[in-house]
Nanobody, 117 residues
Framework: QVQLVESGGGLAQPGGSLSLSCAVS????????MGWYRQAPSKQRELVAL???????NYADSVKGRFTISGDFSKNTVYLQMNSLKPEDTAVYYC???????????WGQGTQVTVDS
């Protein structure tokens, strides 16, 4: 079964940086898009950033200029560099992937990002 394996996250101070990475468990699975969503307590899950195999990227307005997504679709891996972190960035971050041929959507288990002084 294809899975997304996340790493990174943790605690940062306001203005600090953290990075996340996510890899597909099966190197033989071709991905159409990969990215990150987040869910804060009592809030709906929202898109953070998305990268597709054509090279396009999409960001939530709230993270533009601060977060950078990079996808290596030859390795089925996606990275999220988060700079100038704010307390409102605190959330569980979920890796997302859409498989190329089936269109099936898969999710990682989630990793906590906390921004607090």
């Amino acid at each position: 079964q294809v899975q997304l394996v996340e790493s990174g996250g943790g605690l940062a101070q306001p203005g600090g940086s953290l990075s996340l990475s996510c890899a597909v468990s099966s190197v033989n699975s071709r991905m159409y898009s990969m990215g990150w969503y987040r869910q804060a307590p009592s809030k709906q899950r929202e898109l953070v950033a998305l990268s597709d195999s054509g090279g396009s990227t999409n960001y939530a307005d709230s993270v533009k200029g601060r977060f950078t997504i990079s996808g290596d679709f030859s390795k089925n891996t996606v990275y999220l560099q988060m700079n100038s972190l704010k307390p409102e960035d605190t959330a569980v971050y979920y890796c997302y992937g859409k498989m190329y041929f089936s269109g099936r959507e898969i999710w990682g288990q989630g990793t906590q990002v906390t921004v607090d002084s």
